[in-house]
């Protein structure tokens, strides 16, 4: 599993390993369009284009790219050895002349699609997003917040050490108020998911309730994966950590925030939720406590090998009021896959399964997006006893 950072850290890398970490999938999406139409997902097509009218569409900016009917096409100036495409879709850019790069893309629906474009290494042309006629709409963000937010180091006799936690509480509340809590996987990547929720909070599309973002474990060792360890049951290596990080989360944090804050302590008031690796931890969460975190927001879900949880995890018979929020994106295959994949275990469970796609990427474009709606379905819901 990759990270964000690691990502944003691909220009520091030689050819070969840039090469290697963007010819393997879940990083390289993207193959070659063939005769037979695409069921979903996108493909490559011959670019093209010549350098003059590269040059022509760049006009002095360093990337550009427009939509040509089903064809998604994106042109970058860089000096450099080779230019990869992220985050939507990832992989090879095609060399046309000197330092022009393009890459053109079919990619099916694309009205419903949301694809933020970033050529690597970065460019001084800021990234920009495209959104279809019918895509997922982006949502206002608060400029800033009316609300308290609280990032903090917090020690644990689990973990062996401080992990960093942001806790978030909407504007005039205060800890008797007992209001509705989120637990989110990744927070060190979720510091801007209040400036999206708070709006929606002030303008009464969502009740108040507070965020507590879950920073991931680091390793700084070559063998270690600790994130993946704490988050994937089953990781090489990795169970004890599993276990640990659990019960940080369950004896430790979860006490400290319902005492410190007024998180309310009814299991129906608590939500967790995660992305990638996240999705997983998240979903390992709602079937092993299902007292503790009947609802479930999993997104772009996949477990090593393209295998679901489901096929790790065993459901129980006190899973049954367990509720489940699902989402990937077709243009991100086995994250799809993955997801469709849990989903229909927990439906064979006759589980309680929301699930909803969209034509887009393992990105954090769509991840906040889908998180607002997976929020408004939570809180709209009427509750399981």
Not at 198 to 205: N, T, Y
Not at 301 to 327: C, H, I
Request: hydrophobic share 35%; with cysteine.
């Amino acid at each position: 599993m990759f990270g964000i950072l690691a990502l944003a850290g691909m220009v520091s890398l030689s050819r070969a390993e840039k090469d290697a970490y963007f010819e393997k999938p879940p990083q390289n999406t993207l193959h070659d369009c063939h005769s037979e139409p695409e069921p979903y997902g996108e493909c490559r097509l011959p670019n093209g284009l010549t350098a003059k009218e590269i040059e022509t569409r760049l006009a002095g900016k360093d990337t550009a790219w427009w939509r040509d009917g089903d064809q998604f096409v994106v042109i970058a100036k860089r000096n450099t050895d080779q230019a990869y495409l992220c985050c939507a879709a990832r992989g090879r850019m095609d060399h046309v002349e000197g330092d022009d790069w393009a890459l053109r893309l079919r990619i099916i629906d694309l009205d419903h699609a949301t694809i933020d474009i970033s050529v690597r290494p970065r460019g001084s042309t800021p990234d920009e997003i495209y959104r279809g006629p019918n895509a997922p709409a982006a949502f206002v963000r608060a400029p800033s917040l009316h609300g308290h937010f609280y990032p903090q180091a917090f020690e644990s006799q689990n973990l062996d050490g401080a992990r960093g936690i942001s806790v978030y509480v909407p504007p005039g509340e205060t800890p008797s108020h007992l209001l509705p809590v989120v637990y989110m996987a990744d927070g060190n990547f979720r510091l801007t998911t209040p400036s999206v929720i708070e709006p929606l909070i002030e303008s009464g599309k969502l009740p108040p309730m507070i965020l507590v973002g879950i920073w991931s474990g680091n390793s700084h060792k070559a063998d270690e994966d600790r994130r993946s360890e704490e988050y994937l049951l089953g990781w090489p290596n990795g169970y004890g950590y599993f276990l640990r990080h659990e019960n940080f989360l369950l004896h430790e944090l979860i006490p400290f925030v319902e005492k410190t804050y007024g998180a309310s302590s009814d299991p129906k008031d608590r939500i967790i939720t995660g992305f990638s690796s996240g999705a997983a931890w998240a979903v390992a969460m709602g079937i092993r406590h299902p007292n503790v975190f009947p609802t479930v927001i999993a997104q772009s879900m996949v477990w090593p090998g393209g295998y679901s949880p489901a096929s790790t995890w065993q459901f129980q018979d006190n899973d049954k009021g367990l509720r489940f929020y699902l989402s990937a994106g077709t243009l991100e295959p086995e994250f799809y896959r993955g997801t469709l994949r849990f989903a229909e275990e927990a439906r064979k469970e006759s589980l309680d399964v929301q699930l909803e796609t969209t034509v887009s990427g393992h990105t954090p474009t769509i991840w906040e997006p889908m998180l607002v709606h997976a929020l408004q379905w939570a809180f709209a819901v009427p509750k399981k006893n």
